[in-house]
Structures are given as C-alpha cells and as structure tokens.
C-alpha cells in the first residue's frame, strides 16, 4: 500500500520522508496547499499491514494484535487496525481505519488523538470529501473490482474512483478484487496505492509475488 508524506501529515511525522523506509519518489500529483503541507509530495512505494478480525473475540484480537505489532517493530512496517479502536490503542498501533457502519472519522479522531493515523473506507465523493473534513489521513476506496474477500461489498466505478482522487487532497488506496492481471486497469484513476490480500496469500511464493505487485502498483500509480 502506497501514501504520500508531506511534511505536516501525521504519517510524515511518524515516519519521516520514507514512511516503510523504502526509496522515495515524487508524486506526479500536484496536491494544493492544505492540511498536508506544500504543493508538491514525497511518496513512497511500500508497505503497511492492516489487521482485520471481524469475528475474533476482543481478547483474542488483542492478543493477536500485540504479537503482530512486535513482529511489524521489528522490520518497520506500520501496523493499522481495522474497526476496532480500543485494540488499536491498547496495542500500539501506529493508525486504526473504520468503515461507513463503523465509529465516524471525526470520532475516531477525538479518542485516538492526533498522533495516530486513521483511513477511512468511502465510495463516494460526498463520503470521501467528509472523512477529509472529519480528519482522516488516508482514504480506502472499493471493491474496484470483484471480491471474495468482502461479500457486503458494492463495486466502485472507475469513473467514481477517479472523481475521489481528484477531489480529495490526502491519499487515497485503491482496493478490493486486485491482482497482477487487472491492477493496470486503474491507471490514470489517481490513485495512490493499492490493499491487497488474495493476490498475496493466494500466491505459491509471497515474496515473488509481492516484489511482482510492487512494481506492477509502481508502474499504474505513475502511468501516464
């Protein structure tokens, strides 16, 4: 999953100018002044985890949350916990990341604070422009395309998907139903990244895999 830093974002702040430590490039968004700092952008091309257990009992998520938050201390990685606000803080996570049926943007953001980074699932414009209000760092826009991971899911336009990116001024993540064989498709929507899960643990070898999906998501985020 790819973001941009800026040097007033609280992703910037907590990781410096290379957010996973990878080489950074320059975004060819020209983002306005705003909330995140200056016109121009550094992004970086790698990754973050999100841990997701909708149907673990509280104490075990918990449980599961402290060993992977350990275990992404170790290698850097970022560590965003999905819905689940009070794990995310017990925990130590560096970011939480709700949907619209979850606690609301601006919620999350008065309990946690400003120094954690907190995305927000939208499908709309209207959506996309009230988690920025609300405070959200990051946006997760889908299903782009068919999923089994979410089955409650509705599939997002690429024309909405394009709208979002060129209406918001903080990043936003493509996901839902990507793979090497369609990740090319969202080029020119905008994007800033991609969430990805069956593409790599459906894969015969992960890190073949994820070193593929990391050039092809290079490759679309900066298509011309």
Known sequence: MARYTGPKSRIARK?????????????????????HGNSRKRKTSEYGIQLREKHLAEAAFLEEAIAMRTLCSIYHVPLIINDNVNVALQCGADGVHVGQKDLKAGAVRAIVGEKMIVGVSVRTVEQALAAQAAGADYLGVGAVFTT???????????????GICGTVRIPVVAIGGIHKNNISKLSGAGVDGVAL????????????ECQLLKQLSREMVFAK
């Open 197 to 208: 899960v069956s593409a790599i643990f459906a894969a015969d070898d992960i890190q073949k």
């Open 15 to 35: 990781f410096g100018e290379g957010i996973f430590g990878a080489d950074k490039v320059l975004s060819k968004k020209n983002y306005p002044p705003g909330q």
């Open 148 to 162: 089994t991971t979410k089955l409650d899911t509705e599939a997002v336009s690429y024309d909405t998907l394009k």
